[in-house]
């Protein structure tokens, strides 16, 4: 049984072998079939690209019998060509595939697909040297594997195909529905299929070349002006042209000559020449000799003239027969005697000729010159003859670049220029040159004739320069001057004239003085040329119209002149009559501006003393309101008197505003505050019927400021925005907001550059402003108002502060609805100014004791009993002397001074500085109702600690005195 087993298992192993064997068999039976299949395309192909050279008629049939052959789901083929940036791109232009399969020739992907941008580098350069590409894709490089997949190609081969010896693409092949492998006869039949398709384009373009050769020759022959026949070696006729049978007169086309013996063809042209024999023996001369004849000339029995030339042809030292060319010169030939004769003819007008005549050549030598020439200049013929156009040129400015233009072929007619004689003195010519050329109209030098007009230009020169003389005085004259006919129609005018009435020259000439004169006056034309004709001069002031219809006055002046045309002068009286009124307006506004002046000095003082009374009032007031228990009847009329107080302070503080009393000092302080008090204020004072309305945003940004200027400003837009509404109800807008442009949006904002803004803007419902009176809006003194209704001054004053605040201020405004004012003012960089945001809350005395001088005893009354409710001790005077000799006394007595500014006899400052004399570091507080940038300067130089405006009240004393009590002491510098 071992045995048996043994020999199932051998029988088990050779049935196994066996069908090894039978399947190895088939596979190479199945290879041997597609190669052969393979090989029957190319064949066919081959026949088919014979049989046709078009190879792109039968690509698509060899294709579809290649993809069957192979078995593949689609057979291609890819061109190669360079993008326009010189990148190699692939181009998919042929396809076959496989039933059920769906096409890929209209993929997008294929038509212009970069070799290496798709990731095909490595098949790129393996198809350039001619490799074979072949394998199943997912054994290929990661970028390889990622581009076909794409495709749906899962097993691939490709072969290269090379065009005269260039590497023109590729013959592909996918298998998309299995893997598959590719034998090495496969790999090469198709490498066959490849080669046969590069050797049917490299045939195709050799084809197209030929007929491209063919085409050009054809054309070339045909468009010649020549006769041309082209021999064999054998004496053959290759070619001739249609022009060749023309000269010869062969009837028949030139095709029909191909073929014919030459020296047949000779014998029975040569009765055309007149001399026959000696036709037939030059050309057998010149064939046997095979040397180059160019022009050649022959004449023929009915007097026509050939040029012949003869040019052998050879490649590679073999000779292939020869060209003939046979041309026309007959009408050459005649032009040429007739140019001889010509010339003949010229000859005899050049000597004789009375005018000088010079000839030169193209580096402007003197060539030749006739009698009159020589005697012209002074020299022999031989002496001129050595010469060149430099040496007798005095005008090199004029000739030279004359000359050059003339031997560009350029043509100058009748220039007037100098020349130096032999004897050295200079004669005028006029000159008329022309290019001369050759043959074939090439520019070989030029002809120069001249005429001596020196007397000639000497008497017009001297008439020149008269008349250029008194045409300057014409034409620059300051006042406008006119030539007209008797007529009064313009014959010229001056500048002046011209820039006066918007005309030009040429457009005056020819008008009548009544097309420039307004109508209603147009009837005086006439009487006036009747007084003129009389014999009268005339002068009297007309309006005129300009071209472009504005009128102006001029004084006009007409005299007649000796040849009985008229000469008139125009003064344009506008700027004289703008100057007059200027005047009148510049006194008026002087007047106004003194006006104004001495209101202010009297406001200044009024508000001064004025100052005092409500210091009495408002302290009494104050003083009153403590002592009165709540609920008492008299309570509110004091809070009434109290406003009434702060409403008159309010109006002094204008005044001063108004008088330029008030200081300019700019802190960081914030809008919203100055805003909400004016708008108060201006409630108090506007009519009820107009509304005013305030808007604060919120993160408004503080400013660097002036906050008597800011309520100056404020106080002007809104009493502007009143005055607009003439009297009816209306609304005044105040709005305050954050604003922050860019660069694009402070452009539009002249003046502005990009950041943050705090926004004022005032708002009106009023009449508007008309955009004449836009354009004027910010000027001193002007105004739109009635007499008596406004000074002028109120916007030009928020211009100015505007200005000083390094702010912008723009207007929106249309007649009938309403205007608005925006101000842009920058945000401040620092923080708020702690003694302009809020003040220090007064806090009650301990028993200080204070010295308090004021010459009104009202005052002095007022303010001991405020500052003793606060818990201080008061020594009052009214008297400087009497305080000064107080403290003298008792330095040590007292720990603040206050002390009024105007007092008489003395002032507050000498009062501190006796003081501080005493007692340096003794704080001395001033106070007055005229508070000056110049008194803050001259009170710290004195050393005193603050200025306080008057009238002051417990708060403001009370701040005052408390602030001092608890800051460091300020030593003056």
């Known amino acids: 049984m071992p045995d048996a087993s043994a020999a199932l298992q051998e029988l088990?192993?050779?049935?196994?072998?066996?069908?090894?064997?039978?399947?190895?068999?088939?596979?190479?039976?199945?290879?041997?079939?597609?190669?052969?299949?393979?090989?029957?395309?190319?064949?066919?192909?081959?026949?088919?690209?014979?049989?046709?050279?078009?190879?792109?008629?039968?690509?698509?049939?060899?294709l579809a019998r290649l993809g069957s052959a192979t078995g593949v789901s689609r057979a291609y083929a890819l061109e190669n060509h360079r993008g326009a940036d010189g990148t190699l791109l692939m181009r998919q232009r042929y396809e076959w595939v496989a039933p059920g399969m769906s096409p890929r020739a209209d993929n997008p992907e294929l038509r212009d697909l970069p070799w290496l941008a798709a990731g095909l580098g490595r098949l790129m350069e393996e198809l350039g040297r001619g490799g074979t590409v072949h394998g199943h894709v997912r054994e290929f490089p990661e970028t390889e594997r990622a581009f076909l997949a794409s495709q749906q190609i899962r097993s691939i081969a490709a072969v290269p195909v090379f065009?005269?010896?260039?590497?023109?693409?590729?013959?592909?092949?996918?298998?998309?529905?299995?893997?598959?492998?590719?034998?090495?006869a496969e790999l090469d039949a198709l490498s066959v299929a490849a080669g046969t398709l590069g050797a049917a384009i490299e045939r195709q373009r050799a084809s197209e070349q030929r007929q491209r050769t063919t085409m050009l020759l054809a054309t070339l022959l045909g468009n010649l002006r020549a006769g041309v026949l082209v021999e064999s070696d054998a004496r053959l006729v290759l070619r001739a042209n249609a022009h060749f049978c023309e000269l010869f007169g062969i009837a028949s086309a030139p095709e029909a000559l191909a073929g014919l013996d030459c020296r047949q063809c000779a014998q029975q042209s040569k009765v055309l020449f007149a001399e026959p024999e000696r036709f037939i023996e030059r050309i057998e001369d010149i064939v046997s000799r095979r040397t180059e004849v160019l022009n050649e000339e022959l004449v023929l029995a009915d007097g026509r003239v050939f040029e012949r030339d003869y040019v052998p042809m050879t490649m590679d030292h073999d000779y292939l027969g020869h060209l003939w060319s046979y041309r026309e010169i007959t009408e050459r030939k005649r032009a040429a005697e007739a140019l001889r004769r010509s010339e003949e003819e010229y000859r005899g007008l050049f000597d004789e000729s009375v005018a000088a005549i010079y000839a030169f050549d193209s580096n402007k030598n003197l060539v030749n010159a006739n009698q009159a020439g020589l005697d012209l200049l002074g020299y022999s013929r031989e002496e001129l003859l050595k010469l060149s156009i430099a040496d007798v040129d005095a005008d090199p400015v004029v000739v030279l670049p004359a000359h050059e233009r003339l031997l560009s072929g350029a043509r100058l007619v009748n220039y007037e220029h100098r020349l130096r004689r032999k004897d050295g003195t200079v004669v005028t010519v006029l000159n008329n040159s022309r290019p001369l050329a050759d043959v074939h109209g090439d520019v070989v030098g030029m002809l120069s004739t001249l005429i001596d007009i020196t007397g000639r230009k000497r008497a017009e020169e001297g008439l020149q320069a008269s008349e250029a003389r008194y045409r300057a005085l014409f034409e620059h004259a300051p006042e406008g001057l006119v030539m007209g006919d008797a007529g009064a129609r313009c014959l010229d005018a001056n500048a002046s004239t011209c820039r006066m009435l918007g005309y030009t020259r040429d457009e005056l000439i020819g008008l009548h003085a009544s097309e420039i004169i307004v109508e209603s006056v147009r009837s005086n034309v006439e009487p006036a040329l009747t007084a003129i004709k009389a014999g009268s001069d005339y002068e009297r002031d007309w309006q005129l119209r300009r071209k472009d219809g504005s009128i102006f006055s001029a004084d006009i002046g007409v005299t007649t002149m000796p040849d009985g045309n008229l000469l008139g002068t125009i003064r344009d009286l506008t700027e004289r009559n703008r100057a007059e009124a200027e005047r009148m307006k510049l006194e008026a506004q002087l007047r106004q501006a003194q006006k104004m002046e001495a209101i202010g000095q009297l406001a200044g003082g009024v508000a001064h003393d004025f100052n005092n009374v409500?210091?009495?009032?408002?302290?009494?007031?104050?003083?009153?309101?403590?002592?009165?228990?709540?609920?008492?009847?008299?309570?509110?009329?004091?809070?009434?008197?109290?406003?009434?107080?702060?409403?008159?302070?309010?109006?002094?503080?204008?005044?001063?505003?108004?008088?330029?009393?008030?200081?300019?000092?700019?802190?960081?302080?914030?809008?919203?505050?100055?805003?909400?008090?004016?708008?108060?204020?201006?409630?108090?004072?506007?009519?009820?019927?107009?509304?005013?309305?305030?808007?604060?945003?919120?993160?408004?940004?503080?400013?660097?400021?002036?906050?008597?200027?800011?309520?100056?400003?404020?106080?002007?837009?809104?009493?502007?925005?009143?005055?607009?509404?003439?009297?009816?109800?209306?609304?005044?807008?105040?709005?305050?907001?954050?604003?922050?442009?860019?660069?694009?949006?402070?452009?539009?904002?002249?003046?502005?550059?990009?950041?943050?803004?705090?926004?004022?803007?005032?708002?009106?419902?009023?009449?508007?402003?008309?955009?004449?009176?836009?354009?004027?809006?910010?000027?001193?003194?002007?105004?739109?108002?009635?007499?008596?209704?406004?000074?002028?001054?109120?916007?030009?004053?928020?211009?100015?502060?505007?200005?000083?605040?390094?702010?912008?201020?723009?207007?929106?405004?249309?007649?009938?609805?309403?205007?608005?004012?925006?101000?842009?003012?920058?945000?401040?960089?620092?923080?708020?100014?702690?003694?302009?945001?809020?003040?220090?809350?007064?806090?009650?005395?301990?028993?200080?004791?204070?010295?308090?001088?004021?010459?009104?005893?009202?005052?002095?009354?007022?303010?001991?009993?405020?500052?003793?409710?606060?818990?201080?001790?008061?020594?009052?005077?009214?008297?400087?002397?009497?305080?000064?000799?107080?403290?003298?006394?008792?330095?040590?007595?007292?720990?603040?001074?206050?002390?009024?500014?105007?007092?008489?006899?003395?002032?507050?400052?000498?009062?501190?500085?006796?003081?501080?004399?005493?007692?340096?570091?003794?704080?001395?507080?001033?106070?007055?109702?005229?508070?000056?940038?110049?008194?803050?300067?001259?009170?710290?130089?004195?050393?005193?600690?603050?200025?306080?405006?008057?009238?002051?009240?417990?708060?403001?004393?009370g701040e005052a005195i408390s602030r001092l009590a608890i800051e460091p002491r300020r030593v003056s510098g």
């Open 12 to 62: 088990e192993r050779s049935r196994h072998a066996l069908q090894s064997l039978l399947a190895d068999a088939k596979a190479t039976e199945e290879t041997l079939r597609r190669r052969e299949a393979i090989l029957e395309t190319v064949a066919v192909a081959a026949h088919q690209f014979l049989r046709t050279p078009d190879w792109t008629r039968n690509i698509q049939e060899v």
């Open 163 to 184: 065009v005269e010896g260039e590497w023109w693409g590729f013959i592909g092949f996918d298998e998309c529905t299995r893997e598959r492998d590719w034998s090495a």
């Open 614 to 957: 409500l210091a009495a009032i408002l302290g009494n007031t104050e003083l009153a309101l403590q002592d009165t228990p709540p609920g008492h009847p008299a309570v509110e009329c004091l809070k009434e008197i109290k406003r009434a107080g702060y409403r008159a302070k309010s109006v002094v503080q204008q005044i001063l505003a108004f008088s330029r009393q008030q200081p300019r000092e700019r802190h960081v302080i914030p809008l919203d505050p100055l805003i909400e008090e004016n708008a108060r204020l201006l409630r108090a004072t506007i009519p009820a019927g107009i509304e005013i309305v305030t808007s604060i945003g919120a993160g408004v940004p503080p400013v660097l400021a002036d906050s008597t200027q800011i309520h100056q400003l404020i106080v002007n837009l809104c009493t502007n925005a009143w005055h607009a509404h003439e009297g009816r109800p209306g609304r005044i807008d105040i709005k305050l907001e954050s604003v922050t442009l860019d660069s694009v949006a402070a452009a539009r904002i002249a003046g502005l550059q990009s950041g943050r803004f705090a926004c004022l803007s005032v708002s009106d419902t009023g009449k508007g402003i008309d955009a004449a009176a836009l354009e004027r809006i910010f000027d001193p003194f002007f105004t739109t108002k009635g007499p008596h209704e406004g000074t002028g001054l109120g916007l030009s004053v928020v211009h100015g502060i505007v200005q000083a605040h390094d702010a912008v201020v723009t207007v929106d405004s249309q007649p009938g609805r309403g205007t608005t004012f925006r101000v842009y003012f920058p945000a401040a960089v620092a923080a708020v100014d702690p003694q302009t945001s809020s003040a220090l809350a007064p806090r009650r005395g301990e028993g200080q004791r204070i010295l308090y001088l004021d010459d009104e005893e009202p005052l002095v009354s007022v303010a001991t009993r405020m500052l003793e409710r606060l818990g201080y001790r008061v020594a009052g005077f009214t008297h400087a002397a009497q305080a000064v000799a107080a403290f003298r006394d008792n330095p040590a007595a007292f720990d603040i001074v206050i002390t009024d500014l105007n007092m008489p006899g003395t002032s507050g400052l000498r009062v501190a500085e006796d003081l501080l004399s005493i007692r340096p570091e003794v704080p001395v507080v001033l106070c007055s109702g005229h508070v000056t940038e110049e008194l803050r300067q001259r009170a710290r130089a004195a050393g005193i600690r603050d200025v306080l405006y008057k009238p002051n009240t417990v708060e403001e004393l």
